[in-house]
């Protein structure tokens, strides 16, 4: 009989689950879930070696371990560092990490145009979100945007480099899920994009699947482009027939016409391995008649997609409709400091009760 593996006991913002070795700051946050979640713009969880790139997910780790208390004397990233036995995370509760939160969102800003008002991504853009709450008015810097030409990548996605992060996870989806990767990372620094460098098109049977996990409007579809706001559509669960993919995808309706189709996505607007979908369920069948719709797509996320208008959330633990989420513990004597986000930002006591 195989000796039960010793789980983990780790706490977050106050909050104290058990995860099992190996698994990520990250993880072990978003098992809890609520707005202790780190935002993540470049870590996948169904994509291999993604993580580490973007560092929004950045947190303080005040106690290492059971073991050894010390804390970790630099920020860490959170989808990269593994949890030690009796580890204390500070996310939301920490001024440092709010503050490096605001760094890195300016730094991703200094390059990206404003484009919000003419982005097919825009209402589900996950730096439209992340710029909503850490963002700051103006740029500090003197320097000219880099720019680059557009390029022509085949008649199905639009390839933006003005907008791309070098979040990679494109790359990351056509390494993994296609059978002959295309296109990569070019050059280096400043003058680094993604390309295919030949200006061959993409067309390999699941490449579509590089429009739904780039987190801003760098890559898009090119056959539903500028057809409607995505908070005028209606997202439906639907599925059809298909010999290449599980045919399960969410249809984006406008009246009785489908303006677009993209695959089955988590509370944190990720594709599970199972639920990527082929170019035929994609850009073919856009005809309503073509699939058999199950019923409203739920999306839970701080964007107008489930809100229908800009409000900034507030500072609390909240629960998402995640049957996996759960709250063990908390520590019924820990007074958490949050941190307001305005010009005059100072800590204030936060009460037991949530």
């Given at each position: 009989m195989s000796e039960e593996i010793k789980k983990f006991k780790v706490t977050i913002d106050g909050q104290t689950t058990e995860v099992a070795p190996g698994t990520t700051i990250m993880n072990a946050a978003r098992q809890i879930g609520g707005r202790s979640v780190p935002p993540a713009m470049c870590y996948y969880s169904s994509l291999e070696?993604?993580?580490?790139r973007c560092r929004t997910?950045?947190?303080e780790v005040s106690k290492g371990s059971d073991k050894d208390s010390r804390p970790m004397p630099k920020l860490v990233a959170s989808c990269r560092t593994e949890v030690m036995d009796g580890m204390e995370v500070k996310n939301l509760t920490s001024p440092k990490t709010q503050e490096a939160r605001h760094a890195v969102t300016e730094f991703l800003l200094i390059n990206h145009p404003l484009d919000c008002p003419i982005c097919d991504q825009a209402g589900e853009c996950h730096l439209q979100d992340l710029s909503y709450e850490h963002g700051v008015e103006s740029t500090r810097t003197d320097f000219e945007r880099r720019t680059f030409e557009p390029e022509d990548i085949g008649p199905y996605i639009k390839l933006n480099m003005n907008r791309c992060i070098l979040c990679a996870r494109c790359v990351l989806v056509a390494n993994q899920l296609t059978e002959e990767r295309e296109h990569g990372i070019l050059f280096r620094g400043e003058h680094a994009e993604i390309s295919t460098y030949l200006n061959k098109a993409l067309e390999n049977?699941?490449?579509?699947?590089?429009?739904?996990?780039?987190p801003v409007g760098a890559l898009t579809d090119r056959t539903s482009r500028f057809m409607s706001r995505v908070w005028f559509t209606k997202p439906m669960d639907a599925h059809c027939d298909c010999d290449k993919c599980s045919g399960k995808a969410v249809v984006w309706l406008k009246g009785d016409e489908v303006i677009r189709v993209t695959a089955r996505k988590d509370q944190y607007d990720e594709i599970t391995r199972e639920d990527y979908i082929c170019?035929?369920?994609?850009?073919?069948?856009?005809?309503a008649k073509d699939w058999v719709i199950e019923g409203p797509r739920h999306i839970d996320r701080h964007s107008v997609i489930s809100l229908n208008h800009y409000q900034k959330p507030t500072n609390e633990l909240r629960l998402l409709d995640n049957p996996d989420a759960k709250e063990i513990s908390r520590k019924d004597d820990a007074k958490e400091s949050y941190l307001i986000e305005n010009s005059d930002a100072k800590e204030i006591s936060k009460k037991d009760e949530i």
């Open positions: 070696t993604s993580g580490g997910c950045l947190v049977d699941f490449i579509g699947n590089v429009i739904d996990v780039c170019n035929t369920c994609r850009f073919g069948r856009k005809n």
